[in-house]
């Protein structure tokens, strides 16, 4: 299963849908409190990951 999922995104047509799909663009100036919320949950997933 990991394999095929790896093969999908790694595919051309795959690729080009999340590049023109608004909902897959970074956005570069999100507010504050979102950003300090991504943060934490970075923090937390690293954590985990260390566990």
């Known amino acids: ?3 095929e999922i790896r093969r999908q995104v ?3 047509t795959s690729r080009h849908l999340a ?7 970074v956005v ?6 979102l950003q300090e ?6 923090g937390m997933e690293s954590n985990s990951r260390r566990d």
Do not use: N, T
Request: no cysteine.
């Open 37 to 42: 919320l991504l943060e934490r949950l970075d």
């Open 1 to 3: 299963m990991a394999a």
């Open 10 to 12: 790694r595919d051309k």
């Open 28 to 33: 570069s100036d999100i507010p504050d409190h």
């Open 19 to 25: 590049r023109v799909m608004p909902s897959f663009r």
